[in-house]
C-alpha cells in the first residue's frame, strides 16, 4: 500500500510573510504584513508549488492559522511601562518586571492572572513572555492566508474531493499559544487551549509528514516539539522537515537551527522542496 502522506503547513499568513507589492491589498483594505519574516514569502511559493506537483499523492493537508484578539497577552495595547507609556513590540517581560512595576497591564483587575500566568510560563522553561506587533488579528487580512498557498490547495481539494484540515489557535487573550497543538500556558477553563487531540491523532495516520510553514524559531519549532512529546522516539522517522519552506523571525536564527539541529539528530528528515516533490512524483507513479 502506498504510504499515506499527510503535508502539514504551520501559519501560513499574510502577516509572517515579505510579501511584495502586488500581493499586497489597496484601497480601504490597504494594509502590510505586521510581523514579516524575511524569506517567507519565497517559502510559501514553494510550499504551493509542492501541492500542484503532489496532487493525488498528498492524502492529506492540516492548515494551522494563527488567530488572536486585537487585546492579547502578547500584543503591545495589553501593558504600559511604569511611566503609563506604551510599551513596543519586541519587548520582553518577566515575572519580577511585573512585580517591579517596570511594566503593568493596563487593566489593574488583571494583575493577578497575569503574574499567575508568568510564573506558570516561566516554570514550563520554553518561553519568556515576548510583546509582539498586533498580528493575525481575527478577521483581518493579515490572518488570511498566503494567497498562492490557498488557490494551490482549493485546487488540491476540488481535484481530491478532500477539504484541508483548519487548525485555528490563539484566541485566548491570556496565554501564548505558538503551538498547534496547545497554548503555553493551558486555560483549564477553555478546551481551544487543552492539547488538540484531534489533530494529533489525525496526524498520527499518517506515515509521513512533511512540514511547512512560519516560523521555524517560534510557531514551527513549538508545534512540532508538542507533536514529537506527543508520538514519542518510535515515531520520529515521520516527520520530515521541508527546511526551504520555513524561515525564521529575523534576529532568531540561532533558535531555529537549534530546532532542526535537535529534531535531525533525533530521527527526523530534513529536506527541500524540489525532494519533496520528487518523493511525490515517485509515490504517484506507484513507486
Known amino acids: 500500500m502506498p504510504p499515506n502522506v499527510h503535508l502539514l503547513i504551520i501559519d501560513p499568513q499574510n502577516d509572517f510573510c515579505d510579501l511584495p507589492d502586488a500581493y499586497l491589498p489597496g484601497g480601504v483594505d ?7 519574516v524575511s524569506g517567507a514569502h519565497a517559502d510559501m511559493l514553494r510550499v504551493a508549488e509542492i501541492i500542484g506537483a503532489g496532487g493525488d499523492a498528498i492524502n492529506n493537508i492540516s492548515v494551522t492559522l494563527d488567530s488572536h484578539h486585537r487585546l492579547d497577552i502578547a500584543h503591545p495595547g495589553f501593558w504600559s511601562s511604569a511611566a503609563n507609556a ?65 488557490h494551490a490547495y482549493n485546487r488540491w481539494e476540488e481535484s481530491t474531493l478532500r477539504s484541508v484540515n483548519m487548525i485555528c489557535k490563539g484566541a485566548n487573550p491570556w496565554t501564548e499559544h505558538y503551538s498547534a497543538v496547545q497554548a503555553e500556558v493551558p486555560d483549564p477553563d477553555d478546551a481551544a487551549t487543552m492539547p488538540n487531540r484531534d489533530f494529533l491523532d489525525n496526524l498520527a495516520q499518517a506515515d509521513c509528514i512533511y512540514i511547512a510553514g512560519e516560523a521555524s524559531s517560534h510557531c514551527v519549532r513549538a508545534t512540532v516539539e508538542h507533536i514529537v512529546a506527543d508520538f514519542g522516539a518510535a515515531n520520529m522517522a515521520k516527520l520530515v522537515l521541508i527546511t526551504d519552506c520555513m524561515s525564521p523571525v529575523n534576529g532568531f536564527e540561532r533558535q531555529a537551527r537549534d530546532f532542526i539541529a535537535a529534531m535531525t539528530a533525533n530521527g527526523a528528515r530534513s529536506v527541500s522542496a524540489a525532494q519533496v516533490m520528487a518523493e511525490l512524483r515517485h509515490k504517484a507513479a506507484g513507486g
Open 30 to 36: 490597504a494594509a502590510r504584513p505586521s510581523l514579516a
Open 86 to 150: 506604551a510599551v513596543a513590540p519586541f519587548t520582553q517581560i518577566s515575572a519580577a518586571d511585573v512585580r517591579a512595576g517596570k511594566y503593568l497591564p493596563q487593566n489593574p483587575q488583571a494583575l493577578s492572572r497575569v503574574l499567575n500566568y508568568l510564573d506558570q510560563l516561566e516554570a514550563a522553561g520554553r518561553y519568556q513572555l515576548m510583546v509582539w506587533p498586533v498580528h493575525c488579528e481575527i478577521g483581518s487580512w493579515g490572518q488570511n492566508v498566503h494567497a498562492a498557498v490557498r
